[in-house]
Nanobody, 123 residues
Framework: QVQLVESGGGLVQAGGSLRLSCAAS????????MGWFRQAPGKEREFVAA????????YYADYAKVRFTISRDNAKNTVYLQMNSLKPEDTAVYYC????????????????WGQGTQVTVSS
């Protein structure tokens, strides 16, 4: 069982940066791959980035490859999403999620989800 709590969202101007954090409770955090998804109003929840359980492999949506960086610190049970050069279209609720297998690009591979943190980018 893993409980996930996101933080770090907020209001930022276009071109700015934010770092999201996701703190996990539970003894087995390091055995999960971790992902970030986002959901804008009226849209489906979409994949942003994922990182393997050891942190040696990362995966990104095309729009996130250059501007976003996912990382994790297993000693702190935390995964991060550094977002740079933010755009108004990045406005969404951002969710972290934990996976024990499957394709990291799909929601169905994640069994645990946080409550989300709002990111709003003003133009």
């Amino acid at each position: 069982q893993v409980q996930l709590v996101e933080s770090g969202g907020g209001l930022v101007q276009a071109g700015g940066s934010l770092r999201l954090s996701c703190a996990a409770s539970g003894r087995t955090f390091s055995s999960y791959a971790m992902g970030w998804f986002r959901q804008a109003p009226g849209k489906e929840r979409e994949f942003v980035a994922a990182i393997s359980w050891r942190g040696t492999s990362t995966y990104y949506a095309d729009y996130a490859k250059v501007r976003f960086t996912i990382s994790r610190d297993n000693a702190k049970n935390t995964v991060y999403l550094q977002m740079n050069s933010l755009k108004p279209e990045d406005t969404a609720v951002y969710y972290c999620a934990a996976s024990q297998g499957g394709s990291y690009y799909y929601k169905r591979s994640y069994g645990y989800w946080g409550q989300g943190t709002q990111v709003t980018v003003s133009s």
